[in-house]
């Protein structure tokens, strides 16, 4: 599609949107959003060589949010289309008023303050990249069977794959609403993993797997790189066994970390503490985890990457955004610092529940209303290596992956399927399997001893290598 047909297909998209708030208002509604996407996906997955699935997909939809104010509050309904003609966009105009109608008084409900709009400089948050449109498909499909091919051709161990797979997505998305926010912004997204499987000579197996992923395709890693690391990290898991249970410290790999401390955003969202069922229920400016603890979420960050050959190149996070899901302006937030919340998680609604001001955290999509969510998460790194961190435990275990849900957020109490590597004199000694970690997020919060300076960004969310201690470890 040319630059002239983007900007026309764009202008139209615009055009929809605003011409939705504005029959919706003649329609009698007192406050009109409109959200519109427009969205390109491409998926390849090859096994031992062979393309197994290939998808290609586009669409547009649109999601229209009407409110009719009434005493101190509004009535509110949503509706959502990928029917953009005027036939189908009238109907769900229409279907919208009506339904709001009927619908109960919200006392909180309604759009924000005209003064609280705003956005981001969407340029410089340098979200979208045209080179991941520029890679095409075959070359997309090389490089998940080359990845794999990497990754069998390392070790003889390797004769099996769940099959690499490469993605690609451009995004456009649109916001507009009665209260005078128009804003808009173009994202892209392209990366790859391999799953190899590793088979020991009783004919045991374990796999594992690795991947790169970026906004733009100067920052993809190589997929022979890719394609060696997860064939090491399957291989290190062959012989696993279980261990007795025992309380020990516990060092968790920053992939399995992320998870872990991203609770910590859970138990701040302000819809939680409104309904208090958080462990963080009213303890706002309270000491809440060790003062090792401070966790960041930032809607805004921006990446600066030097290049082999010698360029400079920024890029946006994969949480970053110019305005959150309420069109405020995203923003950086100290959720918790030196272990005290300092700031919740908190969209324009659940704000006027707990009479505070949103935090610019609302997350939307084309139906409903805006919920919570964070942009880019990260938890400040320390200063030791992973290796120190490993190197002072005398005898633990390292946590390379978690299984389950057993997280209650209300009481704090963590109880997951784990596998890893057993540590014994601050080395890693053996595979270890079929065990549970099990301890109080209160606690564990509070007994975090080390953290790492591995804080490296993969996705939205950023954690270094931690050890916790005093944990429960429950095998044999």
Known sequence: MSTTANAAYATDLK???????????????????????????????????????LTESGSRAL???????????????????????PEGVTRIIESAVQLARVTGVDPFAGL???EAFGSNDVAALALYFNDVDAITPAERIEIARGCEAAAMAYDTRIQNSSGADFDASTLRRFMTNSRGFSGEYRSSYCGFSVTPIAQDASGAMQRDFWYSSARTAKLLESPEAIGRIAAQRALRRLGARPVPTQRCPVVFAPEVARGLMGNLLAAADGDSIYRNSSMFSGKLGEQVAGENITMIDDGTMVF??????????????????????????????????????????LNTYTARKLNMQSTGK??????????????????????????????????GLYVLQTMGHGVNLVTGDYSVGASGLWIENGELAYPVEQITIAGNLKDIFRNVVAIGN?????????VPTVRVDGMTVAGS
């Open 362 to 395: 609302a997350s939307r999509g084309l139906a409903g209303a805006p919920g919570i969510g964070g942009g880019n998460y990260f938890l400040e790194p320390g200063v030791l290596t992973p290796e120190q961190v490993i190197g002072g435990v005398s005898s």
């Open 15 to 53: 055009q929809l949107a605003e011409q939705a708030v504005a029959r919706a208002l003649a329609l009698g509604a007192t406050d009109a959003e409109v959200v519109a996407v427009e969205s390109e996906e491409f998926h390849v997955n090859v096994r031992l060589g062979q393309v197994e699935q």
């Open 454 to 462: 591995d804080l490296e960004f993969r996705g939205s969310g950023a």
């Open 112 to 114: 924000p303050e005209r």
């Open 304 to 345: 600066d990457h030097d290049l082999e050959d010698g360029t400079h190149l920024r890029v946006g996070g994969f949480g970053t955004s110019p305005f959150d899901g309420d069109g405020l302006p995203t923003r950086r937030t100290v959720v918790i610092e030196r272990g005290v919340l300092k700031h919740l998680m």
């Open 63 to 85: 999601g229209l949010r009407v409110l009719f104010a009434e005493g101190t509050g509004s009535r509110t309904a949503s509706t959502s289309t990928s029917d953009l003609s």
